[in-house]
């Protein structure tokens, strides 16, 4: 089975600390995302990587940045952390079926609710 | 603006009855059209995925129905249980663009 793990179930952060979210996924999947969840806005795209230290912006990547130096993690980080940025984060990973954005299913992790005082 | 469209956002039903979760969308390029369910605490997991090439698909108590030329496509719960209490997301994908979700239905069986 497809494991993806993110480093924190919950987190409380204040305004302006920077913040690391912590992804990993165990499939050697090539691709992995990085979304937030809000209520009645589905799910946004924020960063997603298609190798290692490579890396595009998705729908709303104002105010994030990401890292991947392996292959098996991407981090998300929050440089300066704002109110509007208490959310749920969720990793995601999907193989190598052709285009990352193809029919390969993507598998989440259990997400981090972070809230940000 | 959100490029698929998801409703209801909540949903309660008794156990037994049948659960509809209706989408729409304006982009016809479109070709994959995935459900994800997600149960609290966990993540999102597809569920059951349909292409439009076809017009119905069934896995089990699920089944996607997909209207071509009405730029509609629903997911049914038959015989719903209080353990498909989740929140399901129905999503689109152009091949090669970003996979687009809805807004995502809260479903609550009563048992």
């Known amino acids: 089975d497809v494991k993806v793990t993110q480093s924190s179930r919950y987190l409380v952060k204040r305004t302006g600390e920077k913040v690391f979210l912590e992804c990993v996924q165990d499939?050697?999947?090539?691709?992995m995302f990085w979304y937030r969840q809000d209520p009645g806005l589905g799910l946004r795209l924020i960063y997603f990587?298609?190798?290692?230290?490579?890396?595009e912006k998705g729908d709303i990547p104002e105010g994030y940045s990401v890292s991947r130096e392996k292959k098996e993690r991407f981090s998300l980080i929050l440089e300066s952390a704002s109110t509007n940025q208490t959310s749920m984060y969720l990793c995601?990973?999907?193989?190598?079926?052709?285009?990352?954005?193809?029919?390969?299913?993507?598998?989440f992790g259990p997400g981090t609710r972070l809230t940000v005082l | 603006q959100q490029q698929v469209k998801q409703s209801p956002q909540s949903l309660i039903v008794q156990k037994g009855g049948i659960s509809i979760i209706n989408c729409a969308y304006e982009n016809t390029a479109f070709d994959y059209f995935p459900w994800y369910q997600q149960f609290p605490g966990k993540g999102p997991a597809l569920l059951i995925a349909i292409r439009p090439d076809v017009s119905e698909k069934k896995e089990g108590r699920f089944t996607i129905s997909f209207n071509k030329s009405a730029k509609q496509f629903s997911l049914h719960i038959m015989d719903s249980q209080p353990g498909d209490s989740a929140t399901y997301f129905c999503a689109a994908i152009e091949y090669g663009n970003k996979l687009v979700f809805g807004a995502g239905t809260i479903l609550r069986v009563k048992s």
């Open positions: 995601a990973s999907s193989g190598t079926g052709g285009s990352i954005w193809g029919t390969d299913t993507q598998y």
């Open positions: 990587s298609y190798d290692v230290k490579m890396k």
């Open positions: 499939m050697d999947h090539e691709n």
